[in-house]
């Protein structure tokens, strides 16, 4: 059972550079959340879609665009890459907001130079 | 203030040993609340959801005090695969919100 995917693993880009990180989940959740994860700071989350066709800001979202493509695929995009958004980035999936299980991908490691 | 309080640590603890967690949450409006495993390098993962009336899972146990607005995790018997970081999770009335804690780092040693 795939789950949630995330891709890519890692990544570095230079600064100014663009860039899509892409979730898909298999399990027919409704809700999908992008976080990120910094040492010191926790899971913070940039922005999620509680249902297709609808997205919402988290706690921070500027630098981020997000698309829910689909009910399987939440993509995000940074369109002008900072060294500030060095991170790891995780995508989760949840049956609905609030009360269920999250589901998260592995991971995509993110350099900024 | 964040809404979700944990004591970073580490606690390094012998195995066989009884550790504890606790974890503060500023919105008494919460719904729900989990506590979650990360080991390093990886994804989290659901440990246990937290009730109302207190939960165990065969060596854990998850408390909540709503009045005191706190969640505990108490381990029993460490073992040395317990090792990893330990995140409160606390959803609010925002609709959306997964709030997650920092974590607390546990390293069981022999």
């Known amino acids: 059972n795939a789950g949630v995917t995330q891709t890519p693993k890692f990544q570095v880009l230079k600064t100014g550079q663009s860039m899509t990180l892409q979730c898909a989940q298999d399990m027919n959740h409704n809700s999908m959340y992008w976080y990120r994860q910094d040492p010191g700071m926790g899971l913070r989350l940039i922005y999620y879609?509680?249902?297709?066709?609808?997205?919402d800001k988290g706690e921070v979202p500027n630098g981020y665009n997000v698309s829910r493509l689909n009910k399987r695929e939440f993509s995000l995009r940074l369109e002008s890459a900072a060294p500030s958004q060095t991170s790891v980035y995780f995508c989760?999936?949840?049956?609905?907001?609030?009360?269920?299980?999250?589901?998260f991908g592995q991971g995509t490691r993110l350099t900024v130079v | 203030r964040k809404e979700v309080e944990q004591d970073p640590g580490p606690f390094n603890v012998p195995e066989g040993a009884t550790v504890a967690f606790n974890c503060t949450y500023s919105?008494?409006?919460?719904?729900?609340f989990f506590w979650y495993r990360q080991d390093c390098r990886k994804e989290p993962k659901l440990l246990m959801s937290v009730y109302s009336s207190g939960n165990e899972d065969g060596r854990f146990t998850a408390q909540l005090n709503r009045a005191s607005q706190y969640i505990s995790l108490l381990i029993r018997d460490s073992k040395l695969s317990d090792s990893a970081t330990y995140l409160c999770v606390v959803t609010g009335n925002s609709g959306y919100a997964l709030n997650f804690g920092k974590g607390t780092s546990l390293l069981v040693t022999p």
């Open positions: 879609s509680a249902s297709e066709g609808t997205t």
């Open positions: 989760a999936s949840s049956e609905s907001t609030g009360a269920t299980e999250a589901f």
């Open positions: 919105n008494s409006a919460s719904q729900s």
